[in-house]
């Protein structure tokens, strides 16, 4: 199958080869899915290698069509900004938890065509739980695209009253999309001032900070002085490992993480669904990946 012209980077795909791929506006440079499933392919003497596949809007769907037509795609990863649209593509082929999401971070093959899967929020409740305790917790969650869907519809599952969760994106649009959905308090980002004290956890789901955005900021030190001192940062982001929003955190002495162990443990299972491995050799899949 031809699909270089559908890309905008160069790769080489060996036509005999079972092959996986992380699809995304640039995930060639520096998404973290290739070195780890290699790895794993690597020693499990496997020929199937994972490879990134660079697209541009207008060719997403095409892209999408041309990999389910070819036998030798398994599946693989969604990244920014395609994991509503891959949603939206795949309509009815989505496992039911995902369908409530509206977002799939995960594409594999079934009876010959291509089914969805979200693995985010588990990746992304392993990763708080390493800041501390989040059941009955207050949450600020920045962004409304398809990784705020997935944390935000696990993190419900958590809290004492759905509006614990405040979500703060750009448009008003998103917004009443999370209100409808999860019934969940919203406000623009533009407007968090003095609502923002009462949050124990804040988590950035935007691509703000990010390797091709690492000049960007979220939050201000003006956000940081309405915070209380115990409130804790967690960054999805983990290209730069200390984003600007990491960086603030540090120099205003709240705990803080990073997105690696959310990108490792989503990638986990991404992997095993992929790979068609059993659930039980979970643990070993993550000892391999390391």
Partial sequence: MIISHLISNKILINSKNKYSAIIGINPSQGARSPKL????????NSETKMICLDVNKKNFAKLINNLEKD????????????????FKYLK?????????????????????????????????????????SIRNKKFLILGTGGTSLSVSSYLTKFVNY???????GRKISKLKLFKKKFNCSTCLIKDLSENTKKFDFVINCTDVGSINKKNQFILTNEHFKNFKNSVKIFD????????????????????????????????????????????????KISYLMK
């Fill in 71 to 86: 036998p030798n795609f398994i599946g693989g990863a969604i990244t920014n900004p395609y994991k509503e649209s891959v």
């Fill in 92 to 132: 009815s082929n989505i496992d039911k938890t995902s369908l409530k999401i509206g977002s799939i971070n995960c594409i594999y093959r079934k009876n010959g065509k291509l089914f969805g899967t979200n693995t985010d929020g588990e990746g992304a409740i392993y990763s708080l739980k390493k800041l501390g």
């Fill in 37 to 44: 499933w290699n790895r794993v392919y690597k020693k499990l």
């Fill in 236 to 283: 999805v982001i983990y290209n730069p490992k200390k984003t600007p929003l990491i960086k603030l955190a540090n120099k205003n002495k709240r705990l803080n993480i990073n997105g690696l162990n959310m990108n490792f443990y989503q990638a986990v299972y991404a992997f095993i669904i992929t790979n068609k491995i059993k659930i039980k050799d979970f643990n």
């Fill in 162 to 168: 759905k509006e614990d969760i405040l979500i703060a």
